[in-house]
């Protein structure tokens, strides 16, 4: 049941975290670059899928590294001899796999070490693509924001009156 809780905590964090950043950045794309509301919908709509995919998946590593943390405490607090039956019971996820694996007291600290290192790269990637995300978004905005100017001059060019070609004078007819 615990980890069912920390499943959907680490999804609802993840989603909350990507309606605000999604919501701030469709501001930012309206507001302060001038993008059109059909472009500032889109990047917004790209971004909370993105960034609730990226902070579901970051805020679920670190609830999982606790969680092995609190494994190996519980297997160490036996003792020399690891009695698995303290840790079946109180985790009862693990329990098909604990009887497979020959593991001693001396190697418990070395799988820990080992998930926990695999499981801090895994963050700093999330980290990394969260980083990059923000990049792209920022990159996307000013390009848009440039076209979208540069489309409202043209407009405005076209509209005026003046035309390059015959330099604002009427033609003969």
């Known amino acids: 049941m615990d980890i069912l809780f920390n499943y959907i905590s680490a999804l609802l964090w993840g989603l909350l975290i990507g309606l605000i950043l999604s919501g701030f950045v469709m501001y930012l794309a309206h507001k302060i670059c001038g993008i059109s509301y059909l472009i500032s919908g889109l990047i917004g709509v790209f971004w909370l899928f993105f ?102 001059s043209n407009h405005r060019r076209r509209t005026s009156g003046i035309h390059r070609n015959n330099r604002g004078h009427r033609t003969r007819r």
């Open 51 to 152: 960034m609730t995919f990226q902070f579901t998946a970051l805020i679920g590593a670190n609830k999982t590294k606790k969680y092995v943390e609190n494994v190996v405490a519980s297997a160490q607090a036996v003792g020399e001899n690891i009695d698995w039956t303290i840790v079946k019971d109180k985790y009862s996820l693990l329990e098909s796999y604990l009887g497979k694996a020959e593991i001693t007291p001396a190697n418990v600290m070395d799988i820990k070490t080992m998930v926990i290192d695999s499981l801090n790269r895994y963050i700093w990637r999330r980290f990394g693509w969260i980083v990059g995300g923000i990049v792209l978004a920022f990159g996307v905005m000013i390009g848009g924001g440039a076209m979208e100017a540069n489309r409202v």
